[in-house]
């Protein structure tokens, strides 16, 4: 069964980086119809797309992100990666990883991991 | 790109049915058959009822369903259960940005 997991720092400062990792079991990654991607959702509000990539290296940004995201694939050790730099306190969010198929849904999620930007 | 829209609240009794509209324009709801419903629990993370406008993935119960006409997508839940007490979302592909969300529907169970 397909399992995402996030891991990473739950507390950034402002102005650095933040980073996280997605790992994948019970899936191949390198499966060519999906592509996987990282979501957010601050406190009591609604979800924000971040962006995607595809195990070929293809990737795709919210253009609101796009300045400061990176996300990148490890097919070998079977995880993605989240990079956001700069981050102020409006990154401070619930930041999901996630399997995105053909179809533009979302029909994988991981459990969430809260991140905190603050001093 | 601009949130989705969708009421803030929808409510009904239990057995009843209860529908959530999405509106976008015609570059994201109207213009594409690739419109999503999320149901997401408090402390959960968001579970997939709806792809493709209509599409339940397995294990997805028959009272959920989904419709589109013009810009504006809608679930129904029908027989309303105490487990449907939660937030949903839709989201919509929009081109040049994949993916696009709504603003989000609390449902409570009367």
Same mark, same amino acid.
Request: no cysteine; proline share 3%; glycine share 4%.
């Given at each position: 069964q397909l399992q995402l997991q996030e891991s990473g720092p739950g507390l950034v400062k402002p102005s650095e980086t933040l980073s996280l990792t997605c790992t994948v079991s019970g899936? *191949? /990654? #390198?499966?060519?119809?999906d592509h996987w991607g990282w979501i957010r959702q601050p406190p009591g509000k609604g979800l924000e797309w971040i962006g995607n990539i595809h195990y070929s290296g293809i990737t795709s940004y919210n253009a609101s992100l796009q300045s400061r995201v990176t996300i990148s694939v490890d097919t070998s050790k079977k995880h993605f990666s989240l990079r956001l730099s700069? &981050? #102020? $306190? $409006? %990154?401070t969010a619930i930041y999901y990883c996630a399997r995105l198929p053909v179809? =533009? *849904? &979302?029909?994988y999620w991981g459990q969430g991991i809260l991140v905190t930007v603050s001093s | 790109q601009s949130a989705l829209t969708q009421p803030p609240s929808a409510s009904g009794s239990p057995g009843q049915s209860v529908t959530i509209s999405c509106t976008g324009t015609s570059s994201d709801v109207g213009g594409y058959n690739y419109v999503s419903w999320y149901q997401q629990h408090p402390g959960k993370a968001p579970k997939l009822? /709806? =792809?493709? &406008?209509s599409k339940r993935p397995s294990? &997805?119960? %028959?009272?959920f369903s989904g419709s589109k006409s013009g810009n504006t997508a809608s679930l129904t839940v029908s027989g309303?259960? #105490? +487990? +449907?007490e939660a937030d949903y979302y839709c989201s919509s592909h929009a081109g040049s940005n994949p993916y696009v969300f709504g603003t989000g529907t609390k449902v409570t169970v009367l």
């Open positions: 899936v *191949s /990654i #390198t499966s060519s119809s700069s &981050v #102020t $306190a $409006a %990154d179809d =533009y *849904s &979302v029909n | 009822m /709806i =792809y493709e &406008v294990g &997805v119960p %028959d009272r309303l259960q #105490t +487990d +449907d």
